[in-house]
């Protein structure tokens, strides 16, 4: 099977614990002994797409990035939440 | 509410268990004018697209005892300890240290200790009378016995616990003096407690914390340290404790959604996310800001510089962003409510929460099947003065 071409990061240094994608999607995200977040697969099925840019929506540090899948159609509710220069 | 006129803040409630009139109309205004309990001024955003924006905003401090900052409460300075910076980047190292308790894992290796708790209560509500009192007998007790099996604290002095920290929570209340004493009692009681775990260290969360500080006293000094205990001690319980209880007196009083949830409970995560969002257990008062700089919301209103600003809870009935927002929709997909918050200081004890909240909910709908509530939803009572809204009390029957 060919290798998926989402690519999916997270910033540990700005994770604040919230677990809210390790319950997301559980296979891709974990944490680290310290609560920090983890990529387990940084290459996942498209087919978790939907739930994938779920949990980049909902983290709220906005430590979550998700690349390469079609964001067309995504409602625009949290346009005005991009990242906000000195976010931590 | 016009902004020529300040009003005051919080809302008050009517009828109980609907969204008060005041929910729905407030973000016709980005921003709003408000006097606090303590009779001091703010203003409140409204919008959710701002208030999540500003979550993550630094110029946002969280720090209000080293400024000109207005107070909550004036008989409470419970947000204004001079010792303790909320601010990054000294915030952040303290809370990463105890975040690691927080993990997923560590929470759901919890929720079998939740369970039986649970289960335990509700085999004591079901031998005692009817109709049973919700609060007293279930939604109090849970979460206490839980965040004292966390952090070890001995199940004999939850009593007495619960006493302080309900003085202590005090925002009109209670008088001056009385709040101080409970105050003081509870440091004290802390104390000695922690006194007690150095001496003999236990396989808790204050003994884990303990450790930390003996290996890295930079990390975390004994003041933060017993900082730190006080606020998930109460953070952990009062909100649970009335979110268990508001959460239940919402669906309660809407039979029809609570048989729909009883029929699949596997919807009971997302009924809890929604119970959350509908929340009208809290106030925005746990959100005070205070403005270093000028800051522009979205449609280019400003937020003056040395402003004490509330970022609203009550932006989770922004129709813009939840279709349908003032309806109780137990399948909402995409629930990011601001109950949480946003950024750096979205609730650490959020996840255990959610478990908390799910367990009660599962818990009480599978043993009581004809749960109901036993007056009518629009009787029951808010209680006067304290931090959280909630209910007094909420007689249950089955
Ligand atoms: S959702 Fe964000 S803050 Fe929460 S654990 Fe994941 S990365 Fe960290």
């Not at chain 1, 840019?53 to 964001?71: F, N, Q």
């Not at chain 2, 500003?54 to 008989?75: G, M, V």
């Amino acid at each position: 099977m060919a290798e998926s071409r989402v690519r999916v990061t997270a910033n540990s240094e700005t994770c604040v614990t919230s677990s809210l994608c390790v319950y997301r999607v559980p296979g891709v995200f974990d944490q680290d002994p310290e609560g920090r977040v983890l990529v387990l697969d940084a290459h996942p099925s498209a087919e978790l797409g939907r739930e994938l840019l779920r949990a980049e929506r909902g983290c709220p540090t906005r430590s979550i990035t998700v690349e390469g899948l079609d964001r067309s159609g995504l409602d625009e509710a949290d346009e005005g939440t991009a990242r906000v220069e000195g976010a931590a | 509410m016009s902004s020529s006129c300040p009003v005051s803040y919080p809302f008050p409630w009517a009828p109980a268990p609907d969204i008060p009139a005041d929910w729905r109309t407030m973000r016709d205004q980005p921003l709003l004018e408000i006097t606090l309990p303590s009779g001091d001024p703010a203003v409140i955003v409204t919008r959710y697209k701002d208030v999540r924006r500003l979550f993550a905003d630094e110029r946002l401090s969280r720090n209000t005892s080293r400024h000109p900052a207005s107070r909550i409460s004036a008989s409470n300075d419970l947000f204004g300890d001079p010792e303790i910076d909320n601010d990054p980047p000294r915030y952040l190292e303290e809370r990463a240290v105890v975040m690691r308790a927080f993990s997923a894992r560590r929470i759901e290796a919890l929720r079998p200790v939740v369970r039986e708790i649970t289960a335990e209560l509700m085999d004591a509500m079901e031998a005692g009378p009817r109709p049973a009192e919700l609060m007293e007998a279930f939604a109090y007790p849970l979460p206490i016995l839980v965040i004292c099996h966390m952090l070890g604290i001995p199940p004999a002095d939850r009593a007495k616990f619960r006493r302080l920290i309900d003085g202590y929570l005090s925002v009109t209340k209670l008088p001056v003096d009385e709040v101080e004493r409970c105050r003081t009692q509870y440091w004290d009681y802390l104390s000695e407690l922690i006194a007690s775990k150095r001496a003999e260290p236990g396989d808790d969360l204050i003994s884990e914390l303990i450790r930390v500080s003996e290996e890295d006293p930079e990390k975390l000094t004994d003041y933060q340290l017993q900082h730190w205990v006080k606020t998930l001690l109460i953070a952990g319980y009062v909100t649970t404790a009335s979110q268990i209880g508001t959460g239940m007196a919402v669906l309660l009083h809407r039979p029809e959604t609570a048989k729909e949830l009883q029929q699949d409970l596997s919807l009971v995560p997302s009924a809890v996310e929604e119970l959350l969002r509908y929340q009208i257990m809290g106030t925005s008062l746990g959100s005070l800001r205070y403005a270093l700089e000028d800051i522009e919301l979205l449609d280019g209103t400003v937020v003056a510089k040395g402003t004490t600003v509330l970022l609203s809870v009550e932006s989770n009935m922004d129709e813009e962003v939840f279709s349908d927002a003032c309806t109780l929709d137990i399948r909402r997909e995409d629930n990011h409510h601001m109950t949480f918050g946003a950024g750096i200081h979205f609730c650490a004890g959020a996840a255990l929460a959610r478990m908390e909240l799910q367990e009660a909910t599962d818990g009480l709908l599978r043993r009581f099947p004809s749960l109901r509530l036993a007056v009518p939803g629009e009787e029951l009572q808010r209680p006067v003065g304290g931090f959280l809204a909630g209910y007094a009390e909420i007689p249950v029957s089955w």
